[in-house]
């Protein structure tokens, strides 16, 4: 049974943790912040949401390079390229601060993906999805912002979360 990220038992626990390994450890008091990288954490507990993304033939995109040409298609302007950047950002900080490890070990079978550098895409993803302005998404856009500039610090920050919750299993 799918439940909503924002509602999954498990999101308690990713607000405690990352609230306490950005506050703590990193210094970092960003309350819309730390909630957007929680819920990133509760939206990809399942493998479908990490890929989400479909191609115009709806074939499932598994490869930032893919996700990446495909939003290119997209007209400039709306939601669906908004949500394609925002996901491509979410994904390659997903990978680069929760499982590094993961990155490297696939390197040699990562395809396309295997050329490029995930927190240039993961930045220039979430620069984009900030440029996106309408009323709905404009605390949005500030946190998109704000992760395109401090992409490398939240995936520690992740990185850290990750370290916190194996250190209580």
């Known amino acids: 049974m799918w439940i ?10 990713f607000s405690g943790l990352t609230e306490h390994a950005f506050l703590t450890t990193l210094g ?32 499932t995109l598994h490869e930032v390079v893919d996700m990446a040409l495909e939003a290119q298609q997209l007209p400039p302007e709306g939601r669906t390229a908004r949500e394609f950047h925002r996901h491509i950002g979410d994904f390659t900080l997903f990978w680069t601060g929760v499982f590094p490890e993961s990155l490297e070990q696939q390197r040699p079978h990562l395809g396309k993906d295997a050329f490029i550098d995930y927190c ?3 930045k220039r993803s979430y620069f984009i999805a900030s440029t996106f302005e309408d009323d709905e998404g404009r605390e949005e856009t500030r946190i998109f912002r704000r992760l395109s500039d401090e992409f490398e610090l939240c995936a520690y920050g992740l990185n850290q979360v990750r370290r916190e919750w194996e250190q209580r299993m």
């Open 120 to 122: 240039a895409q993961g």
């Open 28 to 59: 970092v008091a960003d309350p819309p912040l730390i909630d957007y990288l929680s819920l990133l954490l509760s939206r990809f507990l399942h493998v479908h949401d990490i890929y989400q993304l479909r191609d115009t033939k709806g074939r």
């Open 4 to 13: 909503p990220p924002t509602e999954h038992p498990l999101r308690r626990l």
